[in-house]
């Protein structure tokens, strides 16, 4: 799902060190005394915030890829403790939340960057149709990456609850051995112990699940921006220049594409929403079981709390 054109005269990525900038000096100028008007309204302030952003003007902060396998992201979800939740939660909007530098979402930014990309194709205003397919690219690759980091974490996620789910429902369904194993005091203090690293799973993967929402309805939203958009200005323009066609259809492609993913992506976070409440519940239930044989115990051996012996 990228744009492709011709390899005659493409620059390397390297040398855009910011996939939110429009890199030439030119542009630079015009940024400096007035902001380009949009082909949207609805994407002008948001347009125009990235452009700040590629200055430095508003301490934007870039999401960084977190090169980490989808195993290891999984590891410091699920096994590591204390760390803070960016070490953990790899969405644009938990990065957004921890760093609060602008009014609009990364995704909505990144979006806004391609319309005018697109724009500038059609008005006939770039410098070099090579260097804007480039950074249509960049950007283009920066959603692809989004999409099968979602669908990696909710799937490996997905995975993950369902087999917890399937060890914790054994006992829910023999209820009677379980409570008479539940007397031994240890097997209580294991069970609780383990018991304790779930929920911590569990409200981890709610509040990542919540932001891969966001995330995702944020991107929707832009992405139906970005195909009426293309739909508007119609195929005739691109017919003089080949490249131009090719990058268009492209787009066009990637409209379609992230619109069926992105659907793919909501029934899978949906799917581990049910899930993890389910073993949610499942958690809550042995808590009292346990507090319940914890308190038959007590019993059996003669104690009696303080208020009960006054």
């Known amino acids: ?77 699920c096994r ?24 609009y979402h990364p995704l909505v930014k990144t979006v806004t960057q391609i319309v005018f990309g697109v724009h500038l194709l059609h008005q006939h205003l770039e410098k070099s149709v090579a260097d804007v397919a480039d950074i249509l690219l960049k950007h283009v690759n920066e959603l692809d990456g989004f999409l099968q980091r979602a669908n990696e974490d909710l799937e490996s996620s997905l995975k993950d609850m369902l087999f917890r789910h399937k060890c914790l429902k054994v006992p829910m369904e023999h209820v009677k051995e379980f409570d008479r194993l539940l007397e031994d005091r240890a097997y209580r203090t294991q069970l609780l112990d383990g018991n304790v690293t779930i929920e911590r799973t569990i409200t981890r993967m709610s509040q990542m699940l919540n932001d891969y929402l966001i995330d995702m309805g944020i991107f929707r939203e832009a992405n139906n921006g970005l195909d009426m958009y293309l739909l508007d200005i119609g195929e005739e323009w691109t017919y003089h220049n080949e490249d131009v066609g090719k990058i268009y259809s492209a787009m066009l492609g990637n409209t379609g594409g992230w619109a069926q993913f992105l659907q793919s992506l909501v029934a899978k976070a949906e799917r581990l929403g049910v899930v993890l409440v389910q073993v949610s519940s499942y958690c809550n239930e042995i808590e009292k079981r346990c507090g319940a044989a914890s308190r038959r115990s007590l019993v059996g051996s003669g104690y009696q709390p303080a208020l009960s012996r006054c």
């Open 1 to 77: 799902m990228v744009p492709r054109s011709s390899q005659r005269g493409r620059r390397s990525f390297e040398e855009h060190h910011d996939p939110h900038e429009w890199n030439d000096e030119r542009d630079r100028n015009i940024m400096s005394a007035t902001f380009p008007i949009h082909p949207l309204s609805s994407m002008q302030a948001p347009f125009e915030e990235s452009m700040l952003d590629a200055t430095g003007e508003t301490g934007y902060v870039p999401y960084q890829n977190p090169n980490k396998s989808v195993k290891q992201r999984q590891q410091v979800l």
């Open 80 to 103: 590591e403790e204390g760390n803070g939740e960016p070490s953990w939660n790899f969405t644009y909007n938990c990065h957004w939340r921890h760093n609060p530098k602008g009014k």
